[in-house]
């Protein structure tokens, strides 16, 4: 069974970069591409950003100017980075993978809190 | 970027009841849209995609249908595990977007 772990700092101050790894057990990392989901306490679901295996990204126009998405297949990891946060960045991240050869998301990690505040 | 409205945004509805969830895209994504369901502090689950089939090991009273810009979830027969918030997904331009989300809540 496919599983996803989020995992970094769940305190970040404005300005600074938030970082975060999703790690992927259970399944391969290759063939497969993956996305950055984000939740703002309390309100709807917006997408950051989606990464192929082989490292083509494709960014929300909202936050391009900010965002990173990499991949390590060695490590079956993949990351975020967000830089300049405000307190606005405050949300749950999810990360997710895409069916096989499609778009939708298929298995997502159980999210992390990342809060903005100095 | 595509607009996906979602009504209603909440819903009020009895075990047993059927229940429909509307999704209206800003312009036509065919049939490339997905819907998830969330339980409060939890991840989004994948229920249908490509408006319409159904994800492995979700139950057959859980329905889409639609395409080009007008979709409906329907839930035949609302059982105690359904309430929840639903959320639909379009994939057929970047960037994705979500609806606002419909909270199905015990009357």
């Known amino acids: 069974q496919v599983q996803l772990q989020e995992s970094g700092p769940g305190l970040v101050k404005p300005s600074e970069t938030l970082s975060l790894t999703c790690t992927v057990s259970g399944g391969s990392i290759s063939t497969y591409s993956w996305s950055w989901i984000r939740q703002p306490p309390g309100k709807g679901l917006e997408w950051i950003g989606s990464i192929y295996f082989i490292g083509s990204t494709n960014y929300n126009p909202s936050l391009k100017s900010r965002v990173t998405i990499s991949v390590d297949t060695s490590k079956t990891q993949f990351s975020l980075k967000l830089s300049s946060v405000t307190a606005a960045d405050t949300a749950v991240y999810y990360c997710?993978?895409?069916?096989?050869?499609?778009?939708?998301?298929?298995?997502w990690g159980q999210g992390t809190l990342v809060t903005v505040s100095s | 970027d595509i607009q996906m409205t979602q009504s209603p945004s909440t819903l009020s509805a009895s075990v047993g009841d059927r229940v429909t969830i509307t999704c209206r895209a800003s312009?036509?994504?065919?049939?490339?849209l997905a819907w998830y369901q969330q339980k409060p502090g939890k991840a989004p689950k994948l229920l249908i995609y490509k408006a319409s089939t159904l994800e492995s090991g979700v139950p057959s009273r859980f329905s889409g249908s639609g395409s080009g810009t007008e979709f409906t979830l329907t839930i035949s027969s609302l059982q105690p595990d359904d309430f929840a918030t639903y959320y639909c997904q379009q994939y057929n331009d970047y960037p994705w977007t979500f609806g606002q989300g419909t909270k199905v809540e015990i009357k």
């Open positions: 312009q036509s994504i065919s049939t490339w």
């Open positions: 997710a993978r895409h069916a096989y050869g499609m778009s939708q998301l298929d298995y």
